[in-house]
Every structure is written in structure tokens, then in C-alpha cells.
């Protein structure tokens, strides 16, 4: 564990909700290479705590940095790097690090739209979660209901969302709408260790625990924000909406444990020196930085499968609660977007365009119309970002813009983000009772355990309207629709 200083650095704001730390707040070997920048509305940045300062300042001292280092307005203390933390790396001087990905890789969001109502839906809320909860897994260990044969699990790491459309486990049309068109080139199963096959043989089409939910939500006309985008996006009044929040699971929790094992002991010998252990990494150029690339790409293509057989479960759940096909019900996916990965792109830095592997940990890519690796249908509005909020407060749907690529290289938050870690969450709050507090608001929530449902009370996350408002003033993406929550399946 890394010492906290005993007061926060010297920040200078530098705009309406960016803040920055000095390269000279650190000066010592490894010393910062570049400044730490932190987007935050005054309000968030009081809620900001000394580990935030703490870990983004020692990712701007990793060599090859390019701009800045990054945190985001639902920043919070992780691994290595914050929570919320962004980094962008020269692909021939600079690193790749596990710990700015996450453990698990491509945690993300996905969103499906229907055309139905809330008054559609309302007297038949309870079956329809209890529904879902039996069909999608959740909780520590969770099994899915396809078991996955040794050949099988190597095509879900190439073809990742390809290989559940092409066994007849979505439609053809989800495709374009996720992200990489749902498998990111690259992935080499033959860089997985045989630990990381057997934890995730069992685990394709399961939640997993922790802040990771299925959610039925509601768009309230009040809570349109841009009617056009919002048409444009297929999002009407008083509509009825799913969003998805999982990852790799254990799988991808393996690959970056083996990796990150691997790298600790050879850092001496690549000259590399970090100021915190978890930042361990290797020079992006080394053998064992592209193994773990390659790895890492399967785990997101997983992670894409694992998302997509959920999806294909709602769908069901849907179908036999409301006895129609869905089709009929309008069950269209709006996009998949991954939070914890990294990613090879081109971005413009000091008028030139450079080739960086970025580093985006509880940070969603928010490319605007114009960017190449915007998805064509939504070349009119700009790609969409799913923000997860809590159980209780609700989501939102942005999209990016143009000038997050020159502010943020285009990467925006994934959430509300913690502010108080989920043990003190245990401590403070009681899962029944909360439960009956949710049902008495209207919130139907199935939960494997009262505990679990405790570490995610709403009281425990920032205020979701100033993260991404905060976003929103800066230019980086920009307000659709706020989703409010009426059921919940959580691990």
C-alpha cells in the first residue's frame, strides 16, 4: 500500500472543472514526466480524497506518458491507477500496464432499448425480475448456462460477440452496435494461461458480484435531455430500457494476475522503477507487454460474449413474461461499450498525430461523429457512452463529442463512482432494509445477498448529475437521457 501524503498537492484550475497538479509536485526519481489533470465539478473535487492525488500523480511519472494523466469525475481509489483513471502511452518509448486496465477486463456497459412503456410493464415488474433472475447468474462463482468445450472457449476469445450471433445467440445487427464490432483483433489464446481457460470455461453469461447489475429502467419525459439525439438513438417517453454492467469475470481477473506476476520480477532488468508496485508494467515494445496484449484482447472479446449471451437471456426473459417475440417487443440493442481496457489508437498531440496505447480504467471511450472508429450508424450524433449509476439514483445515455479527443483523448466516466469503499458500506447500511426502503420507492431488487445489496446503496456513490455534468461543461460528452431504475438483479 502506497503512504499518503498528509495534505492534498497544490492544484491550479485551469478551467471551469479541470484541475491540475505540477509535474514539480514530484521531482524525485521516478519523478512526473507530465502534469495530473482532474475533472471535477468544486463540489466533486471536496469529495476527492488524497488517494486520487496520490495515484494519478505516480501514473504521470511512468515513462513514455504522453499530455497528462488523467482522472475522471467518478474517480476513486483502485489498483494502481485510479478507478476513473486515463494515460496514454508513446507505443515505442512508453509502457502497458495491467493495473490501468483493471482485473476485469472490459468490465462494460450495454444498453437495450424496447418499445415498450413503463404502463406496459408495471403490474408485471416482479415476475419479469424474478424471471431474469433465474435466467442470468449472478453472485461470487456463478455458473452460466452454456458450458463452454476447450475449442469453443478459444473462438469466444477470437470472435468474442461473432461467436455468440453465429450460434444463434443474438441477431446479426447487434454487431455493429458494440464496440470493435464486438472482437477486438489481435486476441491470442495461446498467451492465456490454462488457469485463466478454466475459470472462464463455466463463466459466459453470468454477472458476477460487486457494483455489476442487470437494471430495468425508465425514461421519464422530464428526463430527456436532447430530443433529437434521443430519436435519433431510439429513446421516447415513459419507455422501458435494460442496461447490462459485467465483465470478463474470472477469466480476465486470472490473465491480469498471471501478467502482472510476470512483470514485477523482470521490471529491474528493463530499467524500470515505479513508485507503487501495483503500477507494475513492461516496455510496450517487449515480448511480454504484446503476450499480454494478445491476452488481454481475449478477455475483452470474452467479455463482449459474456455481455452479448446476457442480452440474449433478457430477450427471453421478455419474451415469455409478455408472450412475444423480441422482435415485436423492439428489443434493439443501442451499444456496448467497454470501461477497463487498452487500447492501440491515433491521437493528435502538439499538432501531430501519434500512435499511443491507451490506458482507460473505469473510463468509457466517447468518440465523436467524426472519428473513424465511430460506429457508421451513429456518425450523426456521436458514439454513444452508457454511464452506470447506482441501484438508486439512475443511469445516463451521452454520446461523445469532437473535442474529446483534444481534451481527453476521447474518453469520458463510466459511473457515478464510490465514495465510500464497500466494507464501510457494509457497516453503515442493512441490506433488508434497504430493500424495503427500494420497494417502498419502487424499486424491485433481486439480490443473491443482503450484504451485497448493502455495499451498493446509493448513499455510497457521488452524485451522478454532477459527474456528468461535469463532462458535459468540458465538452468531452454530452446529456441524452437519465434512466431511472424499477428492477434490479444484482450478485
Excluded at 491550479?12 to 521516478?30: L, N, T
Excluded at 488524497?50 to 511512468?62: D, H, K, R, T, Y
Excluded at 433465474?134 to 458450458?147: C, D, E, F, N, Y
Excluded at 480476465?252 to 532488468?269: A, E, L, R, S, W
Amino acid at each position: 500500500m502506497i503512504r499518503l501524503p498528509e495534505k492534498k498537492p497544490e492544484l491550479k484550475q485551469i478551467s471551469e472543472v479541470v484541475w491540475e497538479i505540477s509535474p514539480d509536485y514530484k521531482k524525485d526519481e521516478p519523478k512526473m514526466l507530465v502534469p495530473a489533470r482532474i475533472y471535477a465539478t468544486k463540489k466533486l473535487m471536496e469529495q476527492m480524497d488524497m488517494g486520487i492525488f496520490e495515484q494519478i500523480s505516480n501514473v504521470a511519472c511512468l515513462p513514455g506518458i504522453q499530455k497528462a494523466a488523467m482522472a475522471m469525475p467518478d474517480a476513486h481509489w483502485g489498483y494502481g491507477f485510479p478507478v476513473g483513471g486515463v494515460a496514454a502511452f508513446d507505443t515505442e518509448t512508453g509502457i502497458i500496464s495491467p493495473g490501468g486496465i483493471g482485473y476485469d477486463i472490459n468490465c462494460g456497459m450495454r444498453l437495450i432499448r424496447t418499445d415498450m412503456t413503463w404502463d406496459d410493464i408495471k403490474d408485471k415488474l416482479k415476475p419479469l425480475v424474478d424471471t431474469l433472475f433465474k435466467l442470468v447468474p449472478a453472485g461470487v462463482g456463478g455458473h452460466g448456462t452454456v458450458k463452454l468445450t476447450p475449442q469453443q472457449h478459444k473462438e469466444v476469445m477470437v470472435d468474442g460477440a461473432k461467436w455468440c450471433v453465429k450460434n444463434n445467440y443474438g441477431w446479426q445487427e447487434d454487431i455493429e452496435r458494440i464496440e470493435d464490432l464486438g472482437a477486438i483483433e489481435g486476441a491470442d489464446p495461446a498467451k492465456v494461461s490454462e488457469s485463466a481457460v478454466k475459470r472462464g470455461a463455466a463463466g459466459l453469461g453470468t454477472l458476477g458480484s460487486g457494483n455489476h447489475y442487470l437494471e430495468i429502467q425508465v425514461v421519464k419525459k422530464e428526463n430527456i435531455y436532447d430530443e433529437k439525439l434521443a430519436k435519433s438513438l431510439g429513446i421516447f417517453p415513459n419507455q422501458v430500457c435494460i442496461m447490462v454492467h459485467c465483465g470478463s469475470r474470472g477469466f480476465g481477473h486470472q490473465i491480469c494476475t498471471d501478467y502482472v506476476g510476470n512483470f514485477k520480477p523482470k521490471m529491474p532488468g528493463w530499467g524500470l522503477k515505479t513508485r507503487d508496485f501495483e503500477l507494475a508494467c513492461a516496455p510496450f515494445q517487449s515480448k511480454e507487454a504484446q503476450d499480454y496484449l494478445a491476452a488481454m484482447r481475449c478477455a475483452a472479446n470474452y467479455a463482449f460474449a459474456n455481455r452479448q449471451l446476457i442480452m440474449h437471456r433478457i430477450r427471453e426473459g421478455f419474451s415469455k413474461i409478455f408472450n412475444q417475440d423480441a422482435e415485436k417487443l423492439g428489443m434493439n440493442l443501442i451499444y456496448d461499450v467497454a470501461h477497463n481496457i487498452a487500447k492501440v489508437e491515433k491521437h493528435k498531440i502538439d499538432g501531430k498525430t501519434k500512435e499511443v496505447v491507451m490506458h482507460r480504467k473505469g473510463a468509457t471511450r466517447a468518440f465523436g461523429p467524426n472519428r473513424r472508429e465511430t460506429p457508421k450508424i451513429y456518425k450523426d450524433t456521436g458514439q454513444p457512452v452508457i454511464v452506470g449509476g447506482s441501484m438508486e439514483t439512475g443511469s445516463f445515455l451521452c454520446v461523445g463529442t469532437d473535442h474529446a479527443e483534444l481534451e481527453t483523448f476521447g474518453s469520458t466516466m463510466h459511473g457515478s463512482g464510490r465514495t465510500m469503499s464497500r466494507s464501510a458500506a457494509i457497516k453503515q447500511f442493512q441490506g433488508k432494509k434497504l430493500y424495503d426502503d427500494m420497494l417502498k420507492r419502487g424499486i424491485y431488487v433481486k439480490s443473491v445477498s443482503w450484504e451485497g445489496l448493502a455495499e451498493e446503496a446509493g448513499l455510497a456513490y457521488k452524485d451522478i448529475n454532477q459527474v456528468v455534468d461535469t463532462m458535459e461543461i468540458a465538452d468531452v460528452s454530452k446529456k441524452v437521457c437519465r434512466l431511472i431504475p424499477v428492477g434490479n438483479v444484482k450478485g
